[in-house]
């Protein structure tokens, strides 16, 4: 894990990995959990049975956004900011679903620093984001992520 002591220290980061997640298992619960939050209740998310009888293996997959929604989560695994303030999810650019992601299998997020540049008393980062699927050949998505760090 890379660990800095204030947001700043990100600037001398830049075009360099930050590191890899631990890996995820995606389990039926979070894509039925996710569904029932958002509305996106399509079959091929939550209806087991048809999926065992339609969907390629058998399995339903998890939502694009879901596994979207995870960077958070997964990025404390790979860097973090000793002295700083609060964290804001600034955006998302060329947000790419390359791969299904069948409940079952295991994730995990690779992180670039794109860039980081000095906005006031905040660091503004974009990071590339991919996430590993295990076993297959094409990440489940690329994205960049944009997040806005204040010093303390």
């Not at 079959?43 to 399995?59: N, Y």
């Not at 958070?72 to 700083?84: A, L, T, Y």
């Not at 804001?88 to 060329?94: A, E, F, H, Q």
Request: aromatic letters at 8%.
């Amino acid at each position: 894990m890379l660990e800095l002591e204030t947001p700043r220290e990100l600037l001398g980061h830049v075009g360099q990995k930050l590191g890899t997640s631990d890996w995820f298992t995606i389990e039926q619960r979070h894509i039925d959990g996710f569904a029932a939050l958002t509305g996106d209740d399509f079959w091929i998310h939550v209806d087991t049975e048809r999926a065992s009888r339609e969907m390629p293996h058998g399995k339903t997959i998890a939502h694009g956004l879901f596994v979207l929604s995870l960077v958070p989560r997964m990025q404390r695994d790979i860097f973090r900011v000793e002295r700083r303030g609060k964290g804001l999810n600034y955006g998302s650019d060329r947000v790419r679903y390359t791969a299904p992601v069948p409940v079952g299998s295991r994730v995990r997020l690779h992180q670039t620093l794109k860039t980081a540049e000095r906005v006031g008393a905040a660091t503004r980062m974009a990071t590339v984001c991919e996430f590993e699927i295990e076993g297959s050949e094409r990440p489940a998505l690329v994205a960049e992520f944009i997040l806005l760090m204040q010093d303390e």
